[in-house]
């Protein structure tokens, strides 16, 4: 009888979750219910802490600060969420280290340094570190701003394999890998749109990347646009290639039932062409393309098309197809009633939710306003689903807003505005030139709660059932690292969002825009006394 009754516990769990990835059967055995083991949190997205109990709308005020780790002062911002795998938390700094310390502590375990690995970044590209971790087969795998992968050892930080994935010198990794079944899955961007007038753009293109867990090979490639050619020259006489671009900004989810991957890229940076603002359905075993999906069929944008003496750079300010409108945001699986859909947030504004099966579009909801700056507006990395609602949050829209959606039609459930003292009070109330009401974190559930960062510098809690703000921490301030390094927090934002693990609620906090500060970004782990 008590097996009948964990058997139908256990059904009601999955149809609660909505789809067949948030199930634990696809994870790698060494990650345990409670654990964050990748920057989606499951395979299929979801981004919701589901084992999380501690964590409810009637203790969450009462979170204080559990330890803050601190980097070195190095002008970079910090982007690289956590994996949280046990009492083992995986991140990487904006001082080109890769960490490891203990949950409960912040104490370090190890460390390992990018910089060893290869030769520095050319000219002009930051090397800004690495992205967020995935933890699997007892190995730690994320990329750099080099356009690296790595595999580490989990226990000791030892460097198992290292692969040079980009044979374009402005390549990067801001898509951190998803692991299933012995594969690594990540797509690759470019520093390339931010080039300056005499620069002979552009020629890089985007791809999604299947590797070999063990060793690191390459199993297949998938590129976003076709080979660049030269097709003249720009004003300043620099040679002028085209199409290019379609970068692959966020990471890949997976539907473990049927081995599709789903993956979203951006936007072109010279020319039209390829499948640029498209979300793909890949076969995850042979890259083969089940269905894609374009939303914007015309976007050519870069950096140059937002000074005032750009046009001649930037084509699209003529015709109005300078958008900047990628697909930049993670998706998320859910179901609703015997249908399996993917939804995804896009930079225009827009959540688009397709059918998982077929990519026929099933409904789609604005929930922002495009500005003369493009996608800056729009929905950033990543929505959540907690099983009910799903939540997805805005950039500058003036203020950004967070927003639950019926994950069946679409409709807004309820909205809540960045707060509009956020700029007036706290650490931001100092730098009014610099601060901003907007909200570029992915969103992050469990049972009952949302966390939305801002780039107010405040780490905001919120009521999944109503949108009110349950708890607000206001990071700009000053913080002693339990590694000896005094930190200071500033903007919430970056490649990622919040993280909560056993109990434990993750934050990095010092990003664009960045605030004035003498001393190095910080992780900070805040926990129930």
């Known amino acids: 009888m008590h097996r009948v009754r964990g058997l139908l516990a256990l059904c009601c769990?999955?149809?609660?979750?909505?789809?067949?990835?948030?199930?634990?059967?696809?994870?790698?055995?060494?990650?345990?219910?409670?654990?964050?083991?990748?920057?989606?949190?499951?395979?299929?997205?979801?981004?919701?802490?589901?084992?999380?109990?501690?964590?409810?709308?009637?203790?969450?005020?009462?979170?204080?600060?559990?330890w803050a780790f601190a980097y070195p002062k190095t002008g970079a911002w910090v982007k690289s969420q956590p994996a949280v795998v046990g009492n083992d938390v995986f991140f990487g700094g904006?001082?080109?280290?890769?960490?490891?310390?203990?949950?409960?502590?912040?104490?370090?375990?190890?460390?390992?340094?990018?910089?060893?690995?290869?030769?520095?970044?050319?000219?002009?590209?930051?090397?800004?570190?690495?992205?967020?971790?995935?933890v699997a087969e007892g190995k730690v795998f994320f990329g750099d701003s080099r356009g690296y992968v790595y595999a580490l050892d989990q226990h000791t930080g030892k460097?198992?394999?290292?692969?040079?994935?980009?044979?374009?010198?402005?390549?990067?990794?801001?898509?951190?890998?998803?692991?299933?079944?012995?594969?690594i899955y990540l797509g690759a961007s470019s520093a390339e749109h931010g080039v300056g007038k005499d620069y002979p753009c552009c020629t890089f293109r985007g791809h999604i990347d299947s590797l070999d867990a063990a060793t690191g090979a390459l199993v297949w490639r998938r590129y976003t646009v076709p080979e660049p050619k030269p097709v003249g020259t720009w004003p300043s006489g620099a040679t002028r290639y085209e199409p290019s671009g379609a970068g692959v900004w966020g990471s890949p989810v997976i539907d473990e039932a049927t081995g599709t991957l789903y993956v979203g890229t951006g936007q072109n940076y010279s020319g039209n062409g390829g499948d640029v603002d498209t979300l793909f359905a890949l076969d995850a075993v042979s890259g083969a393309v089940r269905w894609k999906h374009q939303v914007t069929d015309v976007d050519s944008w870069r950096d140059l098309c937002n000074v005032p003496d750009g046009e001649g750079y930037c084509p699209g300010l003529k015709d109005n197809t300078a958008l900047d409108f990628d697909l930049g945001s993670t998706p998320n699986l859910f179901r609703v009633r015997d249908r399996l859909l993917v939804g995804v947030g896009q930079k225009s504004g827009v959540y688009h939710a397709f059918d998982a099966q077929t990519g026929k579009v099933r409904w789609r909801r604005?929930?922002?306003?495009?500005?003369?700056?493009?996608?800056?507006?729009?929905?950033?990395?990543?929505?959540?689903?907690?099983?009910t609602h799903l939540y997805a949050a805005t950039y500058y829209a003036n203020p950004g807003t967070l927003n639950a959606l019926d994950p069946a039609t679409g409709k807004v459930v309820w909205t809540t505005p960045n707060p509009a003292d956020g700029c007036t009070r706290g650490g931001a109330a100092q730098y009014p030139e610099q601060c901003v009401l907007a909200h570029t974190p992915a969103v992050t559930s469990s049972p009952g709660l949302v966390y939305e960062g801002s780039t107010d510098g405040k780490m905001r809690v919120y009521s999944a059932r109503n949108g009110a703000v349950l708890w607000e921490y206001d990071t700009v301030r000053d913080f002693a690292g339990v590694n000896g390094i005094p930190g200071r927090g500033g903007s919430i934002a970056g490649n990622g969002g919040a993280v909560v693990a056993h109990g434990t609620l993750y934050v990095q906090t010092g990003y664009e825009p960045m605030y004035p500060n003498d001393r190095g970004n910080v992780l900070l782990a805040f926990d129930l006394p």
Do not use: C
Request: charged residues 20%.
């Open 366 to 387: 604005q929930l922002s306003v495009p500005s003369p700056l493009g996608g800056a507006t729009g929905i950033q990395w990543g929505a959540s689903y907690d099983g």
């Open 13 to 66: 769990l999955v149809v609660l979750l909505g789809s067949t990835a948030a199930a634990t059967a696809g994870e790698d055995a060494g990650v345990a219910r409670g654990d964050w083991p990748s920057w989606q949190g499951d395979p299929a997205g979801s981004r919701f802490a589901r084992a999380e109990h501690r964590l409810t709308p009637r203790t969450v005020g009462r979170l204080k600060l559990k």
């Open 94 to 134: 904006p001082d080109r280290m890769f960490y490891a310390v203990d949950a409960r502590t912040g104490k370090s375990k190890w460390r390992f340094d990018l910089g060893s690995v290869g030769p520095a970044p050319m000219d002009g590209v930051a090397f800004n570190g690495a992205t967020g971790a995935a």
């Open 159 to 183: 460097l198992i394999w290292a692969v040079h994935t980009e044979d374009h010198p402005r390549g990067w990794h801001t898509s951190s890998p998803l692991y299933y079944q012995g594969r």
